[in-house]
């Protein structure tokens, strides 16, 4: 097994060297300010053992980075005698432990034996998450959230009949996939799923798209066409955006629905048709009603069976399923190897409101495993309208540099450096503190500076 050793002297590589080459390890060495992100690339370095400065921020800031880097490689960090506090602040920036100087050697073989077992039951784990996560896909949807739960039993229970269903919820909540899922689970899957974007259509091509039109009907129709209707008989068509059809259309829709019949744009004959009727939209039809702008009629002819979709806010749990759900798909589709996402970048996904809904997180999947050139994802591949998210994150995730300052004492740096930034005027500074000028004044005095 490799490991890199990051040290600031080769005669600390030496050191090590000497203990663990005779135990079967193969050490490579960096320093700190050589590129060792290009060694593990070269090498799959797994285990990385990083030596300890007197600089222990700029230390985690580079197991942060490392961390990010990889969330998955082991490291194990050696320096001189810490506080336990400083112990604890390493292991929640990543490492696996931190070794005392003088290093005993029994330490050192014991803690790479456990990270070996640890790394084995980690590739186990995977090969059992990707089973797992087998179990949530639902006719191409997928989801642990139990609402969503509720929509696919919905979904299976509708598929045996032939009702009129709508679909509401959100755009990019994923409605066009129901109405397939519920024409696929049906009876009529070796037939047509006829689909029509109302929102594409132009309102005086609506009722030729629809129902077709007989030759010389209207000026430029030299041969007959038949229309979407005709196309799905005997399977189903898929309305999408039904709100959006013209009131005029709607009265011909609605006999459609109740005669399963109707009468091409300039001809004689009534054709009988046999065709389940998916509706979706992502506004409220009941609103629309009140308008005046949807019929009454119509709205309880589609409207047998309701099924809801939620926003991805709502389902949040989802968003890591989904999240590796799309990494495969678009690893395959491009021939990439993302390994999968990092620790800060994951908690930026969860932090954004998503107004786009599932499409827009399987977008900013594809659209990262493209451009991705390390083996994560992580917070500098997202887009730049996460920046307000990531600057948060960033913060969050730095080291805090003044445990070893009082709280009187932090205070006055905060205001020196307040100073500072406002070129000493008394009045901006007490802007910037949240303060009055004589507040400030006070503080400045209890504090003993100068004013």
């Known amino acids: ?40 690339r070269k090498h799959g370095i797994r285990i990385i053992i990083l030596q300890a400065t007197k600089e222990e921020t700029e230390d985690f800031i580079m197991l942060r980075d490392i961390k990010n880097f990889d ?69 191409g949807m997928v989801s642990r959230n139990y609402y969503m739960f509720e929509v696919f039993s919905l979904i299976e229970r509708l598929a045996r009949y032939s009702t009129s269903v709508l679909i509401t919820g959100p755009t990019g909540t994923g409605k066009e996939m129901v109405a397939r899922a519920i024409h696929n689970l049906s009876q009529r899957r070796d037939k047509k799923l006829i689909v029509c974007d109302c929102t594409a259509v132009p309102e005086s091509l609506f009722e030729s798209e629809l129902f077709g039109f007989e030759k010389g009907a209207f000026t430029g129709a030299e041969k007959s066409k038949a229309g979407l209707f005709s196309e799905a008989d005997k399977g189903t068509i898929f309305l999408d955006e039904i709100g959006e059809v013209p009131i005029s259309i709607q009265t011909k829709l609605l006999r459609v629905l109740e005669e399963h019949q109707f009468r091409p744009l300039g001809s004689n004959q009534m054709i009988q048709i046999d065709v389940r009727v998916i509706c979706a939209s992502n506004k409220d039809l009941r609103e629309k009603i009140k308008t005046g702008t949807f019929r009454e009629d119509l709205f309880h002819r589609i409207n047998v069976a309701e099924i809801r979709l939620p926003p991805l806010m709502e389902r949040k749990e989802d968003i890591h399923l989904l999240c590796s759900y799309f990494l495969d798909r678009y690893n395959e589709r491009f021939k990439k190897n993302i390994r999968g996402i990092s620790q800060r970048a994951k908690k930026v996904l969860m932090k954004y409101d998503w107004p786009g809904n599932v499409r827009e997180l399987e977008n900013l999947i594809q659209r990262t495993v493209m451009l991705c050139r390390e083996q994560f994802i992580d917070i500098k591949d997202l887009p730049e309208n996460f920046l307000k998210y990531q600057e948060r994150e960033e913060a969050e995730s730095l080291p805090y540099p003044f445990t070893h300052l009082s709280l009187e004492e932090i205070e006055k740096k905060h205001i020196l450096e307040i100073l500072r930034a406002a070129n000493y005027n008394k009045k901006k500074s007490a802007g910037m503190l949240g303060l009055t000028r004589q507040a400030l004044y006070r503080r400045l005095k209890k504090l003993n500076l100068p004013f």
Do not use: V, W
């Open 71 to 139: 969330p998955l490689l082991e490291i194990i960090i050696i320096g001189p005698p810490i506080p336990s506090l400083k112990l604890i602040e390493a292991i929640n920036f990543g490492a696996n432990d931190y070794l005392e100087e003088p290093l005993k050697e029994a330490a050192i073989l014991s803690l790479l034996g456990k990270i070996k077992e640890k790394m084995l039951l980690r590739k186990e784990t995977f090969q059992l998450e990707k089973r797992l996560r087998e179990k949530y896909i639902f006719e």
């Open 1 to 40: 097994m490799q490991i890199l050793i990051i040290a600031e002297k080769y005669e600390e590589f030496s050191a090590l060297e000497q203990i663990l080459a005779p135990k079967g390890y193969t050490l490579l060495y960096s320093s700190k300010k050589e590129d060792f992100y290009l060694i593990i």
